[in-house]
């Protein structure tokens, strides 16, 4: 009986995520014609189409709705075994798939990243920047090793540890009547018609409602931030007020800017920062040799 081989397979998914043979072909550094004739070969071995083709678009068969999740365990047990045989060599070695949300990445990493490329020099770390639900999905299709996520969230099953606990603090306007003082207060003398938050999908926005126990209509609607970046020039620019992590609150950016920062006095920590991974894993043990060297980065 034939077999469809590990490269087959490989290009058939990188179709099916990219809906287009010379995009894939590129990821898989080979030429269209040599992708083309592999998954002609595949399915061969399958006795059926994969895939609708034509000068416009490519559409994914029945059969090729099929096979995707079955493609995708065989890749996922194939790269687990090459992982396994090299962490056999030493802690960290060889390529890791990282993901991390856009409230996180830009202001851990240039902590972390340092430190972790100086410690493990075999180490290949490739980072994905999404959305919390994306990240869960890429997860669970073995498309990512790890995820740096913020909790509280429902993980669904998924294993994690923590690398560290923050709070938020509240910003303003360098003029705001409420940046004359910088002690702590409460959510609840906040001026509610002047609260801003990331726009939906960003988990973020529900920890700062969870932390200030706010109703979801508590903020502006007609004013939402894309990313923190976008936030902070919003308050920067005297558009209202907005809460951010603590890791926010001491980055470059932030210390550049004119805003005002102040203590939320409702009691922390706010949210939890945690390496994520699928309880089948085979690496748990490199994943937790990575948070400790976060957490010394951190300390």
Not at 10 to 20: G, N, R, T
Not at 235 to 245: E, H, K, S
Request: proline share 6%; aromatic share 4%.
């Amino acid at each position: 009986m034939n077999l469809p081989t590990i490269r087959q397979l490989q290009y058939f998914l990188a179709v099916v995520e990219l809906k287009h043979f010379g995009q894939a072909a590129e990821r898989c550094f080979v030429s269209q014609s040599t992708l083309s004739s592999g998954i002609q070969e595949l399915e061969a071995v399958l006795g059926g189409a994969l895939f609708e083709r034509n000068k416009r678009k490519v559409m994914i068969t029945p059969l090729g709705h099929a096979m995707k999740p079955k493609a995708e365990q065989v890749v996922e047990h194939a790269s687990d075994m090459v992982k396994m045989g090299k962490g056999a060599l030493g802690t960290l070695v060889g390529q890791l798939r990282l993901g991390i949300i856009p409230t996180i990445g830009p202001f851990l990493l240039p902590k972390v990243l340092p430190e972790i490329r100086q410690r493990f020099t075999d180490l290949k770390l490739l980072l994905a920047e999404r959305q919390s639900v994306s990240l869960l999905e890429q997860l669970n299709n073995g498309q990512i090793d790890c995820a740096i996520m913020a909790l509280p969230y429902n993980l669904k099953g998924l294993e994690y540890t923590l690398i560290c606990e923050e709070n938020f603090c509240i910003a303003l306007p360098p003029n705001h009547p409420l940046a004359k003082s910088d002690s702590a207060m409460p959510s609840d003398q906040l001026p509610s018609d002047e609260i801003m938050l990331l726009e939906e999908g960003h988990c973020l926005r529900d920890h700062a409602i969870a932390a200030c126990h706010w109703q979801s209509s508590h903020q502006r609607t007609t004013v939402q931030g894309t990313s923190l970046y976008t936030m902070i020039e919003m308050v920067a620019g005297g558009q209202g007020i907005t809460l951010l992590p603590a890791m926010a609150a001491k980055s470059v950016l932030v210390e550049q800017s004119s805003i005002h920062l102040r203590p939320l006095s409702e009691p922390g920590p706010h949210r939890q920062i945690a390496l994520v991974w699928r309880p089948t894993y085979s690496r748990k043990e490199d994943l937790q040799a990575l948070v400790a060297c976060m957490r010394e980065c951190l300390a």
